[in-house]
């Protein structure tokens, strides 16, 4: 399993929601609260961030600790972004290692993270990976269940796809074929998605700010609200929307 975290809002410095809360997403690597798969998330990392005046956004993944990364310490101080999206991962048995394996994966304007795992990976996903192109799959960045999920998504997006509608579609895909924990993540900047499928999610306004969306709330405040299993949420400068996605009971 992993955990993420995405942002949209005004400028902020990615420390302040990844590193200073009590609980933040440094201290998940070693100490989640709610995870229920797995127990620390040191198998790589990676933050993605919007610039203003550029929609395609700059990524940092590196393949161990987040909080042994002294470089990632400065980064997440100096940086302002209006939207970011960060993971730490605990890597599913059967998938590869390294920089390339760590969310976020990226394409142009888009960023995207899976906290999850999917059900007979990798040799019973070949109906699964037949629903992409030859040329698509190979360029997945790595040999994952999540680097499959990105192509799905992918696939999708290029094709006018809103990102609910891909991430949706992703999830169909999946669970006509197999089973799995599809809890996905994905933002082009301006607005993020995300589904809830067998892990938690949570959302929370902060005021003056923006939205934090995440697999666990980085402290207790009491505004964190919970979104159920089986849920599509949609967030951009309008506040946040949840749907519930077909298929779930």
Request: net charge negative; hydrophobic share 45%.
């Amino acid at each position: 399993m992993c955990r993420h975290l995405a942002y949209l809002g005004e400028p902020l410095a990615p420390r302040e929601l990844l590193v200073q809360p009590p609980y933040g997403l440094q201290r998940q690597s070693w100490a989640p609260r709610t995870q229920q798969y797995g127990t620390v998330n040191v198998d790589g990392f990676g933050l993605g961030w919007y610039a203003d005046g550029d929609e395609v956004p700059a990524r940092y993944r590196r393949t161990g600790p987040i909080w042994a990364d002294a470089a990632f310490a400065d980064l997440a101080r100096v940086v302002r972004t209006r939207a970011l999206l960060a993971a730490v991962r605990s890597a599913t048995e059967g998938c590869a290692a390294g920089e390339s394996a760590a969310a976020p994966f990226g394409a142009g304007r888009w960023l995207f993270s899976h906290n999850g795992a999917v059900a007979g990976w990798p040799g019973k996903l070949d109906a699964l990976a037949a629903l992409l192109p030859p040329a698509e799959l190979l360029e997945l960045e790595a040999r994952t269940d999540s680097a499959l999920l990105w192509g799905l998504t992918l696939h999708r997006l290029r094709a006018g796809a809103g990102l609910g509608e891909a991430l949706a579609g992703t999830v169909a895909d999946v669970t006509a074929h197999t089973t799995g924990r599809l809890n996905l993540l994905l933002t082009d900047g301006t607005a993020l998605a995300a589904t809830t499928w067998g892990d938690t999610l949570h959302h929370r306004t902060l005021p003056g700010l923006g939205t934090v969306v995440a697999s666990e709330p980085y402290d207790d405040a009491p505004d964190w609200t919970a979104v159920p299993d089986g849920s599509l949420l949609l967030a951009d400068g309008n506040g946040v929307a949840v749907h519930p996605l077909p298929g779930r009971d």
